[in-house]
């Protein structure tokens, strides 16, 4: 089964998908996290893309495409879930393109549907577990008091350069402008279903299981 979770920034679309790797053995394929990888390891293109990100603003078709390209190619796992891909129509093309050449279905394409007031207090509270990835919420789900991450111990946890009132604008016209377009597009294809992303974690994850016919 492969899946798209979509949803402007701070929806959850990665807490969700966690939940997914975890419970049905999916691969997750968080574009934003590939790049966030580039850019810390220093290779040419994690350098390019630095800048772009920090700003909020997309990064290039032919980057994020030659990334998922590589990832659906190597083929793992019990489906993919993809994460913040595709953004552009451009990226949705190339996404059922690649799919079709690899003998694969779209199952479902899953909006998260949130209000832009709660978006920036989620995303200003955010950290994540820098060794795992678990992500974390001042408000909504603290760091353990012993300073070591609930999933795997380590204490290194982070807060995303991009996570900040300025560049989350810039994200969410971003998202508005070229990504939110798509929802129509995956309405019209027959493949689109709506959650409440302001329902609590569980609620939604509930929701989630209900789409994929749990
Ligand atoms: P990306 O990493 O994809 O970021 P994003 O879309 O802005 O989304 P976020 O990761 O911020 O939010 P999320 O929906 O995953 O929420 P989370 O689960 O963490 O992209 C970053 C950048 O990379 C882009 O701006 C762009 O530059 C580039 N990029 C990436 N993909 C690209 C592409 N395809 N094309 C071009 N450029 C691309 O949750 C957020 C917080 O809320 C957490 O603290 C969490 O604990 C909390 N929370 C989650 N769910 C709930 C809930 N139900 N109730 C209460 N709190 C909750
Ligand atoms: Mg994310």
Redesign the pocket.
């Given at each position: 089964m492969n899946i798209i979770?979509m949803?402007?920034?701070?929806?959850?679309?990665?807490?969700?998908?966690?939940h997914l790797v975890e419970t049905r053995g999916m691969v997750q394929l968080?574009?934003?996290?590939?790049?966030?990888e580039a850019k810390d390891s220093g290779t040419e293109m994690g350098r390019v893309?630095a800048g772009?990100?920090a700003?909020?603003?997309?990064?290039?078709?032919e980057?994020?495409i030659g990334l998922?390209r590589e990832k659906i190619e190597a083929g793992q796992g019990d489906g993919f879930i993809f994460?913040?891909?595709?953004?552009?129509l451009a990226?949705a093309d190339a996404l059922t393109e690649l799919l079709e050449a690899t003998g694969q279905a779209l199952d479902a394409v899953i909006e998260?549907e949130v209000d832009d007031e709660?978006?920036v207090a989620?995303?200003t509270?955010?950290?994540?577990c820098g060794a795992c990835g678990e992500?974390?919420?001042?408000?909504?789900?603290p760091q353990p008091a012993d300073g070591k991450c609930s999933n795997c111990g380590a204490s290194d946890f982070k807060r995303?350069a991009?996570?900040n009132e300025g560049?989350?604008r810039?994200?969410l016209m971003?998202?508005y402008k070229k990504t939110s377009p798509l929802i129509g597009y995956y309405y019209a294809k027959g493949d689109l279903a709506k959650v409440d992303?302001?329902?609590?974690?569980e609620?939604?994850q509930a929701s989630i299981a209900e789409v994929l016919g749990d």
């Open positions: 979770l949803g402007p920034p701070g929806a959850g679309k990665g807490t969700q998908a966690r968080s574009t934003g996290d590939m790049l966030r893309v772009v990100m700003r909020g603003e997309l990064v290039t078709d980057i994020v998922i994460d913040g891909f595709p953004r552009t990226q998260m709660a978006l989620r995303i509270a955010r950290s994540t992500v974390y919420n001042d408000a909504t789900k995303r991009d996570d560049s989350l810039t994200r971003e998202y992303g302001l329902a609590d974690i609620t939604v």
